[in-house]
């Protein structure tokens, strides 16, 4: 419980959060996966990725402003659908899609940490991945002014680093040339321009970080005003630090050689500009920036989760005895699970297939259920859940010609969700059919979860 005013994130904070879940694992893996697909035209889906984000990004600020709450996602999806399957069903989809990116990032942190070892050590990537979710769990208890400090200070030296390394890094090997000839090797023949649509999708998980800022509306100093303030701010400084790096790395590797140390490209595209010590310091700042982001990301995952037991979406978490924090608990063995149980790459495909289906949800809501109680351009929702779409067909398509296992989880998932959430919705539902979810609760008590 928040006791005083003392205890709110600052609009400083926020930002330190947000940018802390997207740049620890949007640039740090997903560049040398995003570039598997679309070759030196990698770069170019970074911007295209900012400018679908972009319009993303507008329903989320209008429900944030209107609504502000820890329950962000989860509160925004209730107030459009309704209490119900729906609602339900698409808040534990971007819950699981944000444990999912704690533990790409997990991941991220294990791959590039083992680059300081002999490559015998390479097979400990998920143990150190869950050494980091542990110590993340440890500072998440510890309070929102720990929480914030550790942030903000990451987030400084991490932002900074790593734009001194891409500027640097693109001064010294120039602008890269970018033909977009490039043709996957490891996939079936697809129509062109196919390959780039679908890799979109991990364009934009890189930038999906931003929707754990609406899980602070209880926690943030003057939430109607700071929480869309700090999603366009976490968008803009991710945008310009993810293309000027991008661009570096482009400059200093071939694309073959970045798709081979796709898990730890940044590294190796600092080796043959600075060296052996540009390498290591590249290393340094990829910890710094997965610390943060699993920080960031159990943080508001958990508060999400424990906002769904608190609006009765799911079971009470509250009635689980002995244990402190139920949702904080639960949110990191999850992360723990999936880190031990899948490799990166298919880490970063369900979190995406997830993302974009709730991202539909979300834009949909919006404008079908709300236009009398929120001012908004329909316009833009409307293009917002286009542009989803399309990216989401493709990205499926990819991945049923490429690896199926992935549909085949993601599927098994998503029915598994909605099973759960119609079963948990009839036990809460009366004989005259109405549904005790406890929706008169106010923005006031919901910040004192």
């Known amino acids: 419980m928040l006791k005083e005013n003392t205890q709110k994130l600052s609009l400083l904070g926020s930002v330190s959060l947000g940018?802390?879940?997207?740049?620890?694992?949007?640039?740090?893996?997903?560049?040398?996966?995003?570039?598997?697909?679309?070759?030196?035209?990698?770069?170019i889906a970074?911007?295209?990725?900012?400018?679908?984000?972009?319009?993303?990004?507008?329903?989320?600020?209008?429900?944030?402003?209107?609504?502000?709450?820890?329950?962000?996602?989860?509160?925004?999806?209730?107030?459009?659908?309704?209490?119900?399957?729906?609602a339900g069903s698409f808040s534990l989809l971007m819950y699981i899609s944000m444990v999912v990116a704690e533990s790409l990032v997990a991941g991220t942190f294990g791959a590039y940490t083992l680059r300081l070892f002999p490559q015998e050590y390479t097979g400990y990537t998920s143990i150190l991945g869950v050494v980091l979710i542990g110590t993340a769990y440890i500072i998440n208890i510890s309070g929102n002014k720990i929480?914030?400090?550790?942030?903000?200070?990451?987030?400084?030296?991490?932002?900074?680093?790593?734009?001194?390394?891409?500027?640097?890094?693109?001064?010294?090997?120039?602008?890269?040339?970018?033909?977009?000839?490039?043709?996957?090797?490891?996939?079936q023949p697809l129509p062109e321009g196919f390959g780039f649509v679908a890799a979109l999708a991990l364009s934009i998980l890189a930038f999906k970080g931003f929707t754990t800022i609406t899980n602070q509306g209880g926690d943030i100093k003057n939430p109607h005003k700071n929480v869309g303030r700090s999603i366009i701010i976490s968008i803009a400084v991710c945008t310009i630090i993810y293309v000027i790096l991008a661009l570096?790395?482009?400059?200093?590797?071939?694309?073959?050689?970045?798709?081979?140390?796709?898990?730890?490209?940044?590294?190796?595209?600092?080796?043959?500009?600075?060296?052996?010590?540009?390498?290591?310091?590249?290393?340094?700042?990829?910890?710094i920036a997965t610390v943060s982001?699993?920080?960031?990301?159990?943080?508001?995952?958990?508060?999400?989760?424990?906002?769904?037991s608190k609006m009765k979406q799911i079971h009470n978490l509250n009635r689980i005895k002995n244990l402190k924090n139920p949702a904080l608990i639960f949110t990191v063995s999850l992360a723990i699970l999936l880190t031990i149980l899948f490799d990166l790459t298919r880490i970063a495909s369900i979190g995406a297939i997830f993302y974009l289906i709730m991202d539909i949800a979300i834009h949909w809501g919006l404008f079908r259920y709300l236009k009398k109680e929120?001012?908004?351009?329909?316009?833009?929702?409307?293009?917002?859940?286009?542009?989803?779409?399309?990216?989401l067909s493709a990205f499926i398509y990819l991945k049923y010609v490429n690896d199926p296992f992935v549909l085949i989880v993601a599927g098994i998932g998503f029915v598994l969700v909605f099973l759960f959430q119609f079963i948990f919705m009839k036990s809460h539902t009366d004989k005259n059919g109405n549904m005790h979810m406890e929706m008169k609760m106010g923005d006031e008590e919901m910040m004192k979860m």
Do not use: C, H
């Open 19 to 43: 940018t802390g879940v997207m740049i620890g694992a949007g640039i740090f893996v997903l560049m040398g996966q995003i570039a598997e697909l679309v070759g030196d035209l990698f770069p």
């Open 147 to 187: 929480i914030e400090a550790t942030a903000t200070f990451t987030a400084i030296i991490k932002i900074v680093g790593i734009a001194l390394l891409a500027i640097s890094g693109l001064i010294i090997s120039g602008l890269p040339t970018i033909t977009g000839n490039y043709l996957p090797t490891n996939s």
């Open 248 to 287: 570096s790395v482009a400059g200093a590797l071939s694309i073959d050689e970045i798709i081979i140390a796709k898990d730890y490209a940044l590294a190796a595209a600092a080796k043959p500009i600075f060296g052996e010590w540009g390498s290591i310091l590249t290393i340094f700042l990829a910890i």
């Open 293 to 308: 982001g699993v920080i960031a990301s159990v943080y508001s995952a958990s508060r999400m989760l424990g906002m769904l």
């Open 374 to 391: 929120v001012k908004f351009n329909p316009i833009i929702p409307i293009i917002a859940i286009f542009m989803d779409i399309v990216i």
């Open 46 to 86: 970074f911007i295209a990725g900012a400018v679908v984000v972009g319009f993303s990004s507008y329903s989320y600020v209008k429900f944030s402003n209107a609504y502000p709450s820890s329950g962000g996602v989860a509160k925004f999806l209730t107030k459009a659908y309704g209490p119900g399957t729906a």
